[in-house]
């Protein structure tokens, strides 16, 4: 007979366990016969120990079939998924879901919320007045099926097991461990039902894996998994030592990604967002790289992924003016200039930091239990490796609430180095990482 005893000791002494062991553990801590003291015993062992890839995708399988496994079956064609395991200023959903659309894959998106210094797809629709992230399965399916594009939250009962061991990583310091966030991720996006997954793994100051080593570990672990799982799976790793793009909180960044599909937004979410896209639609089987990348190229000088956008805002209940005419998205009542003091070049921002300062001024939420302002943030005006002198606005602070302003603008200058030499230029996309492949971008 099977014994948490037994298990948590065979973990500690630096074994391995088998399939029957992790369905045992999985399903006994769902349902609460496992208890909470002996669920964290086994994740710290773990933590130290490490898991093997067996092992990772074996706890991975039983993670996401401890709840609901989506059946996308009632959407034609082939469907995609991505995933960004979090960052500041990252808008690509809103901008890489229409073009992937508009190439002629599906994507069946359920996204997340914001979560501690980075920001969420969710609260980023739902900053578009009318528009809801709340569809029943019949309309999702619908929806994509018409469409081409849906991103809502996740519906029903998704990898409850996750739900259960997140919590408890986050308050026993056994969060940042490779096996045990790629088998947290990837539960989720398995259950989820895609045929395709598409990682975009963050690196640098603002991301959860700070070095490019650790983030192209998780993110060999992540493909792993998918490929082991019948999923064709890559990841890009992308840069996060520098927010993307200008805008950072919610109805800011509807706007850029708006701006974006125009023609008109930043170069750095541009360039990430047509490696994400083209990447997906090499996974979708669209063609080769080249191809998939004139695709994209394509798609956005038409219009024809904009305009995916505005069908997407419209059928979630959404008006698509807002789309069109970004400017008119909700403005906040107050904004403050940040202003330079010093004379130079800035050669570092503490990404992070700059995350804090947007959920300070009312951009993310301080509790679980905080409401969100949409049109709360900030816009950057100076990056890493910009020239700056006294007098030069580095950012644009906007709030609902005037007072929110001193410990934000305090965040934001804190985040920020400067210093006479422009600093060396920062990557955006790192690595591709695909099945047995890792190939270096830059
Ligand atoms: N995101 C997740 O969903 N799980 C983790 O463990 C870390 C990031």
Redesign the pocket.
């Known amino acids: 007979m099977l014994r948490m005893y037994d298990i948590i000791a065979q973990k500690r002494d630096g074994g391995t366990l088998t399939q029957e062991e992790i369905q045992f553990f999985v399903k006994g801590y769902t349902e609460g016969s496992v208890p909470d003291y002996q669920a964290s015993a086994l994740l710290m062992a773990i933590y130290l120990n490490g898991m093997t890839a067996q092992e990772t995708a074996q706890l991975t399988a039983a993670m996401a079939h401890s709840g609901d496994m989506v059946d996308l079956s009632a959407i034609s064609g082939v469907k995609a998924d991505k995933h960004s395991?979090?960052g500041v200023g990252d808008k690509t959903t809103l901008v890489v879901a229409p073009i992937v659309a508009a190439c002629g894959v599906k994507m069946a998106k359920m996204s997340g919320r914001g979560l501690g210094h980075t920001g969420g797809t969710l609260d980023k629709i739902e900053a578009i007045p009318g528009c809801t992230v709340s569809l029943t399965p019949q309309q999702f399916f619908r929806q994509v099926n018409e469409i081409g594009l849906a991103v809502i939250g996740q519906t029903g009962n998704l990898a409850p097991a996750?739900k259960k061991m997140?919590a408890l990583?986050d308050v026993t310091a056994t969060?940042s461990c490779v096996p045990?966030?790629a088998s947290?991720?990837m539960s989720?996006k398995l259950a989820s039902g895609s045929d395709c997954i598409l990682l975009d793994v963050k690196t640098g100051n603002g991301a959860?894996m700070k070095t490019l080593e650790d983030s192209i570990a998780l993110a060999k672990a992540m493909v792993a998994i998918g490929e082991h799982n019948g999923r064709r799976t890559a990841a890009l790793i992308t840069d996060m030592d520098v927010p993307l793009g200008h805008l950072v909180g919610n109805s800011l960044e509807v706007q850029e990604a708006a701006e974006t599909l125009m023609g008109k937004g930043p170069q750095d979410l541009l360039l990430v967002c047509k490696a994400l896209a083209s990447n997906i639609l090499v996974l979708a089987g669209k063609g080769t790289g080249a191809q998939c990348e004139a695709m994209v190229e394509q798609a956005l000088a038409s219009g024809a992924a904009l305009e995916k956008l505005c069908l997407m805002v419209q059928a979630q209940g959404g008006d698509a003016g807002y789309i069109r005419a970004p400017h008119t998205l909700p403005r906040a009542k107050y904004e403050k200039q940040v202003l330079c003091e010093e004379e130079g070049y800035l050669c570092a921002m503490d990404t992070e930091k700059i995350g804090i300062s947007a959920v300070l001024l009312g951009a993310g939420r301080e509790t679980k239990e905080s409401t969100i302002d949409p049109a709360a943030g900030l816009r950057i005006e100076k990056k890493t490796g910009d020239p700056v002198a006294p007098g030069d606005v580095l950012a644009v602070l906007y709030a609902e609430d005037e007072a929110k302003f001193a410990a934000a603008e305090a965040e934001y200058r804190s985040a920020l180095t400067f210093g006479p030499k422009a600093p060396a230029p920062i990557p955006l996309v790192y690595a591709l990482v695909e099945k047995d492949k890792v190939t270096r971008i830059s």
Request: charged residues 25%.
């Open positions: 395991t979090g996750d997140y990583r969060v045990l966030i947290s991720i989720k959860f």
